[in-house]
């Protein structure tokens, strides 16, 4: 897959995106728990599900809705950026369960932009996670490292 033809530069606060959608299956969630050992009754037991005061069901780990908002964000976002790298997450709520056949998409505005050196500059996102009912099921404060157009230049110039 190709780069992005974006710099820091040619993003705004203010500027929105919306990702497309992605439905949850039983599936994913068995092999996420399978991947990382994970093995609370939240995730696994429909029944102990049924008696918790909050559950309506068997519902995905929240670091796996993380993971699609994180995928969400490179489909709309990054990808249309240069040279970029994930700077992590300020801040991450799980505001409501996501349970299998619930479709979730992001919603991603960006809240700040701020030069970090000569070469880089940082995008702050905030990103939510939305089902299909139009609740949010999670927030993400996310951190994004950009080059910056100049020292793009200098590097070509460097080259040739």
């Given at each position: 897959m190709s780069r992005g033809t974006l710099f820091f530069e040619d993003f705004a606060v203010g500027q929105r995106?919306?990702?497309?959608?992605?439905?949850?299956?039983?599936?994913?969630?068995?092999?996420?728990l399978g991947a990382t050992g994970t093995a609370h009754p939240n995730h696994t037991d429909e029944e102990y599900c049924r008696r918790h005061p909050i559950?309506?069901?068997?519902?995905?780990?929240?670091?796996?809705?993380?993971?699609?908002?994180?995928?969400?964000?490179?489909?709309?976002?990054t990808q249309q950026m240069t040279s970029s790298m994930n700077y992590g997450h300020d801040k991450v709520r799980y505001v409501r369960p996501v349970y299998t056949r619930d479709t979730v998409h992001a919603e991603i505005e960006i809240v700040e932009c701020a030069p970090r050196d000569e070469e880089w500059g940082l995008v702050?996102?905030?990103?939510?996670?939305?089902?299909?009912?139009?609740?949010?099921?999670?927030f993400d404060a996310h951190v994004i490292v950009v080059q910056r157009r100049l020292a793009a230049l200098d590097s070509i110039e460097q080259v040739g």
């Open positions: 995106f919306t990702s497309g959608g992605r439905t949850v299956t039983d599936a994913d969630i068995r092999l996420y559950l309506e069901g068997v519902c995905a780990p929240g670091v796996l809705v993380l993971g699609l908002v994180d995928a969400f964000i490179a489909e709309t976002v702050k996102l905030e990103a939510r996670a939305v089902n299909q009912r139009g609740e949010a099921v999670l």
